[in-house]
């Protein structure tokens, strides 16, 4: 049974940096796309950035490109998204995902433009006041 936590969330001036985890337990496969993706009340859930643990490649949104960093800790089993200049609009709950897959089929994407993921953790809020 795979369980994604988030941990890490906070409220923080404008500017400031924040480094989330997503700790990944029963996750053994080291084939799998995962994710962070951001909900803030009345908007629709959007993906923030992915990281393929298969080859380490990673994605992001524009709105936090050049901002933002995915990594995962094989060792520890988790995943992080260090955050730097953050802006009110990142304030959100933001949540990890995860798809392990056997082998990339021709339909496989792994980027913040997916959306179908085998797994969820519960979130972790993120505040910047404006």
């Known amino acids: 049974q795979v369980q994604l936590v988030e941990s890490g969330g906070g409220s923080l001036q404008a500017g400031g940096s924040l480094t989330l985890s997503c700790a990944a337990s029963g996750l053994t496969s080291n084939r799998a796309c995962m994710a962070w993706f951001r909900q803030s009340p009345g908007k629709e859930r959007e993906g923030v950035a992915t990281i393929d643990i298969g080859d380490g490649d990673t994605k992001y949104a524009d709105s936090v490109k050049g901002r933002f960093t995915v990594s995962k800790d094989n060792a520890k089993n988790t995943l992080y998204l260090q955050m730097n200049s953050l802006k009110p609009e990142d304030t959100a709950m933001y949540y990890c995902?995860?798809?392990?897959?056997?082998?990339?089929?021709?339909?496989?994407?792994?980027?913040?433009?997916?959306?179908?993921?085998?797994?969820w953790g519960q979130g972790t809020q993120v505040t910047v006041p404006s």
């Open positions: 995902a995860a798809a392990p897959y056997l082998k990339r089929g021709r339909n496989y994407s792994c980027g913040p433009e997916r959306r179908e993921f085998d797994y």
